[in-house]
């Protein structure tokens, strides 16, 4: 079984401001992790995947996130915050499979980020 | 962007009324999945599919039913739309469906069932 927890579902930071997400995983096996962006009346997109590669994962537009086992966790970062940062962002769990074929994706709930200029 | 579309983009619809959103994609990958989203639920799977004619469950498929007859096509019916049906309604595309595979999602049907 696999889920995940995103603690916060609304959190608030200003402008130039540390930006950090938290999500925190359950996983029977080794992850994969996502964090995925939605903007207002968009779909979501990838803002970066934990692979197994590097437990340091930079993605797009200043993110980035480390997979912690001992933690458990793969929290969200961006060291300042922009005005078009504020979105929902929604962590992700995948488990690796012997049998090929799909793997199903768990979400969370999401956390909603409001940049206060 | 991947090419992703959904129609219509907005719907109201009556109690026991048959509906059918459409995704289409232009990216040729295998497989497709139609998401829910709701608030303090996130994204739930309600079907997917992994090539023309081939379908599956997903967690909260019960009323729903998808049909693929062309790889870019992949549809999605409400036999008898209820209130509790009411949701934005995600298409989703991934090349192989495996566990590092990105989704790449469209844009999205807000769904109203009065």
């Known amino acids: 079984a696999q889920s995940v927890t995103q603690l916060g579902s609304h959190v608030s930071v200003s402008e130039g401001a540390l930006v950090l997400l938290r999500c925190n995983y359950s996983?029977?096996?080794?992850?994969?992790l996502f964090w995925y962006v939605q903007y207002p009346n968009q779909g979501l997109q990838l803002l970066l995947k934990?692979?197994?590669?590097?437990?340091l994962v930079k993605g797009i537009n200043g993110f980035e996130a480390e997979f912690k086992k001992s933690e458990t966790s793969f929290h969200l970062t961006k060291p300042s915050a922009h005005m078009s940062d504020a979105a929902e962002y929604f962590c992700?769990?995948?488990?690796?499979?012997?049998?090929?074929?799909?793997?199903?994706?768990?979400f969370g709930i999401g956390t909603k980020l409001q940049v206060i200029p | 962007d991947a090419g992703i579309t959904q129609s219509p983009r907005h719907k109201v619809t009556e109690t026991g009324t048959p509906v059918t959103l459409r995704c289409h994609q232009t990216?040729?990958?295998?497989?497709m999945y139609w998401y829910r989203q709701d608030p303090g639920h996130g994204l739930r799977l309600i079907h997917y599919?992994?090539?023309?004619?081939?379908?599956d469950k997903g967690e909260v498929s019960d009323g729903y039913s998808v049909s693929r007859s062309k790889t870019e096509d992949f549809l999605l019916t409400l036999e008898s739309a209820t209130s509790s049906q009411t949701s934005v309604y995600f298409c989703?595309?991934?090349?192989?469906?495996?566990?590092?595979?990105?989704?790449?999602f469209g844009p999205g049907t807000r769904l109203t069932v009065l």
């Open positions: 989703a595309i991934s090349l192989a469906g495996g566990p590092t595979d990105t989704q790449y």
């Open positions: 996983s029977s096996v080794p992850p994969y």
């Open positions: 934990y692979t197994s590669a590097a437990t």
């Open positions: 992700a769990v995948t488990q690796g499979g012997n049998s090929g074929g799909y793997q199903k994706v768990t």
């Open positions: 990216e040729n990958h295998r497989y």
């Open positions: 599919s992994y090539g023309v004619k081939d379908t």
